[in-house]
């Protein structure tokens, strides 16, 4: 079918844009033409060589785009809709998925079940940083884009508003509820206002960078704390009056913040961990009460599938939460790797990128 | 009213049997005159100084007895009645109780929490390693004790029972899960039990004491794995066919317990964490799959409360679990001090002791 | 301790403002000097025999007010506290409580559940249409009311905010969620409030009043329905593109709206039910699935107790919800009876009345 | 590829044995040769003409068979591979897939949802009482059986032991709780096994056929009561000495059933049914406390997936529940019109019948 340009590691350092075959479309697949994308973090990871990939693989796992061919089994969908994936691309039928947990899936494995199985694009499959990207098990993965949601509106959806509502939902944040999310990048700004969008009454956002905690108060926020101004543990008590907070979401992926979100709960609170994390973890033994606060830690991997891309998409829709904001810089893919290079090094207030091939 | 004896804590390493004046009744309480009572790991903790509690406090926390007295607006008990309270003995209205988490119980704080608040018997309050025992907030607490069980019976309800089962409640065993157990002392042997009872369909546990591995095949599991024969994450991932555990049971409190249920799970597995820890835990950051192995890891403080105790003496009245034969000593009240001697001390393959005052 | 004022149940069609004496104060007790109440519509159905209550009883369970004295057993209160008491009054220490269903509170009785029996406030005991009111178990019940609060503010938390609410909340609805709920009047105002505070991202209401349906939308309901123009179902099926709802939530108590709420879901959706019903209910078999749907059907009595009210005076303080306007009439205690005759025969927009004694 | 016997729908009362093509095996099917099989009710139902189905469709939806031929986008199976299916064959892929409801699955409708759509087999679809049987969406549907297990040990986890198990499962069964079971036909006794799997320690059942009955106390059930012998809710409140059972699991279809299980229920419990009706329901206003007794009336379609047959078989090969005694009789296909006769007219103590071609 010809060539087209994507963004695909080298090297540690080096992610360059290239040119590649389009890929041949299987029986489950979906060929999709990317109108959208964007940079995430973990991309960053990727490219310092800290998250390996192998070498040659498209990076990305944000797209939205324009069905371009569908594969001989896929029913339901037609050439010319316009779609996004998630990030994450469950299968649908391993016994992960059949358990709850599509983002462990592990299709074709002897259990069913893999970490972090569910991740495919740009991690074990060619991603969407790309004219176009092959989506497989396509009717599971994608969801059709209402007429009056723009590409940018939906940006957010496959992975840091999807991650960042996990946040909120794992942790089980019922009406009334006190919240504290530490750190305000991306995700931790979506987990903040999934917090709010759950019925959480006290939002507390912990970050330092001025442009985050602006965000985070038009978001909806009701106290941000500047962890630089002071132990960001004792404002947290402060703003509760002593009595802590019901659920903490570490958004970052460091001790510090995880070990913050651990002494800002109550007793019986739950920590909902987001972070993808570089070292061990350390649980101080007064943090945990001993093991018996009946505290819950729980993690989560951005959760995909149509499903979850249409009820985010409603979430759009509706008004309720407006994501656009985040996107703070826009460049063609021929402008990819300057898109890095401000991303990476979080120049210029950057939140997030839009990248239109 | 009197003097009775009383199982006092001097100083570490000295717990001794003392003469103390049987305690006044207040409004809300019940006096109850202990007819068994039993010695927890947790008190040894308390008599090696490990664990503080002020000097002079009667120790112990799992009674048997008949009520002596009521407190003068308790209603819906009478005096001559056969009753136990749990080990933890929430007031039933703090906020903490009314959130559905009554073991952290703060009744007449700020805000109705306090870590490990319902824990009160011999820890914030005299306990019932004596004749007599006063149980606060005693409509909360006391449940009537069928008239077919007798003492021994019904003497693992108020702690080791309600923790144990408390961990596979807490894991969310589910039918067709397979469950390790790492630790079969009391509180492990009690959470296989309660594994199974909840539908797990293998139980695998993990200890190397060849009396307690035995106990574990009686109380029905699967397979039991000695640790000191290999690596026990080895030998789980061997049984279940490289899958791995929907969820490892932690019961002893050490790095090495919980590292090991934490490597057994399968990805999105359960740990449920019951042990008392002493240091810090570290979290690997392999087995934790970075943070995004959809993991989560739950303790639990035991359940207290008459509800609670009523169902846990309906499962030994129907015969679905008999923990009798954990009761493998008996002392009477004026040998106690040998009785902590034996049991600190793991000597003479001993579960759980029976002291009868 | 001298007479005061009440609004006493006489006979049907008779509830007259009369004179009683100031209640006595139990241990667990506290006597609360009323400063705000309202009418609920179940007091339209004491006031015309179709809810039997004793003649002599006074009415009303919606107290705000101060404490005046407290029980010889309460701490953790001060007199002249401002406070609220949920219209349901469990004990706290009923097997029904430590189960985690307050309402249906049966404390002094065999087992410890009654239908119903957490609603006590001028039902079983004298209510709050009143100079004063006696809040049984104190403790349990009483929950302060922050400074910046007014009367009216909070008026609505002890019924009609947490009954609302309790229909999303045991409806389980989830970010993205589509609801329905069947009739606007007080409740099912507070139950659309409640969906989208939850994460329902569409929420349709159903109803004809005039000024219930502009009250629904300046609480933010997405989508009106007017029953009278036609089926109400029919128009959720169009609204929802054919696919039904995920939650409808009934809150009238009437075969037509339970009906349709079961008709308006999407196979395996949840009927939440509010409403009183006078007679009984007939289940479609087509509605139903033949009852192979995966359905549910919920119904909730009124949360109450402290932590409950708690977190919906937060809802409150924080500004997410705004139920002021709802109180659409004010009058005094003397002037009750006429304050009767304006909300039973819903004359002049009335939504909720204050009442000032 | 040839022809097969199948037993066919020809019209009500006429279910015959008829020769028809072996099926073509599309990219996601499975063709699998019968082993084993077996008859429902609901077949019963279809013979009956009460349940339509097209006229020259194969009937029956529990096969145990071998992979005769896979399709080409199928893999993780091989040709010869021992395999079961559910009696529910969800796609995997659709919304109600995605929201973890399978059982209403749309595959291809606009959105995903359809009543009762994941039941295919004997409804939309050829089913299994044929030599061969088409099973779509193999990779979610196939379950290889354990080398220990024979046929007729696995014959019930299609449906029978899937739907009974769910009885227990939505109603949420937990340690220490009272269930009740409204009829002991297959489903019946299987439920009444889950809710003892879960830890129920009072399991009561309702019937009147005395190798039903005695089939119970096999399974562990703690009382029988017969219904033609004495109201059965009578019989319930003494056997719970008057508090009512926490989940009552109607098993048949009919008001009578379900309304004594409506009755049965202690206030705030649930009734959890399983049955197929045939005409409207009626809600006694009494039994439901007028809408205000915190009550759940659930409803399962058996749920249906390999990681469900998976859990299925391992509750059978731990030897936790034993069902072989379930299966009375055994015919050939080529007598299954006679294995119709015997099952449809409940002859000769019947409870399942084995089929094998």
């Not at 994936?85 to 992960?96: K, L, Q, V």
């Not at 505290?295 to 407006?322: F, Q």
Request: proline share 5%; with cysteine.
């Amino acid at each position: 079918m010809g060539n087209m340009k994507a963004a695909v590691f080298v090297e540690p350092g080096r992610i360059v844009l290239d040119s590649k075959p389009i890929p041949e479309v299987g029986p489950l697949d979906a060929l999709v033409k990317v109108t959208t994308t964007t940079i995430c973090g973990t991309d960053v990871h990727i490219l310092r060589g800290e998250y390996p990939v192998s070498k040659g693989l498209t990076i990305g796992h944000e797209p939205v785009g324009v069905i371009e061919k569908l594969g001989s089994a896929v029913t339901g969908y037609e050439e010319g809709q316009r779609v996004i994936a998630g990030a994450i691309t469950p299968s649908g039928h391993s016994n992960a998925c059949l358990c709850g947990q599509p983002s462990q899936d592990g299709a074709g494995t002897r259990h069913g079940f893999r970490p972090l199985g569910g991740w495919r694009f740009g991690n074990t499959i060619d991603g969407c940083q790309a004219e176009y990207v092959l989506v497989p098990d396509a009717m599971t993965n994608l969801a059709s884009v209402p007429r009056e949601l723009t590409d940018e509106q939906v940006l957010m959806c496959p992975d840091i508003m999807s991650t960042g509502f996990a946040g909120a939902e794992s942790g089980g944040v019922k009406i009334g509820d006190t919240v504290a999310v530490f750190a305000q990048g991306p995700i931790g700004l979506c987990a903040a206002a999934g917090a709010r969008l759950m019925g959480a009454t006290t939002v507390i956002a912990v970050d330092t960078v001025r442009e985050r905690l602006a965000m985070s108060r038009s978001l909806g926020v009701d106290h941000v704390v500047d962890f630089k101004a002071g132990d960001p543990v004792e404002a947290i008590r402060q703003l509760t009056d002593g009595r802590g907070v019901d659920v903490a979401i570490e958004a970052l992926g460091t001790q510090g913040t995880f070990e913050g979100a651990l002494r800002s709960l109550r007793p019986g609170g739950t920590l909902s961990s987001l972070g993808v994390y570089s070292s061990d973890l350390r649980i101080p033994l007064d943090a945990f009460s001993a093991g018996l606060g009946d505290n819950r830690i729980v993690t989560s991997l951005c959760p995909g599938g149509k499903e979850r891309m249409r009820r985010l998409m409603s979430v759009i829709a509706s008004g309720r939460v407006d994501l656009k904001p985040m996107v703070t810089h826009r460049f063609t893919l021929d402008e990819i790797e300057q898109a890095y290079e401000l991303f990476a090094n979080q120049r210029d207030g950057v939140l997030k990128v839009a990248i239109t091939p």
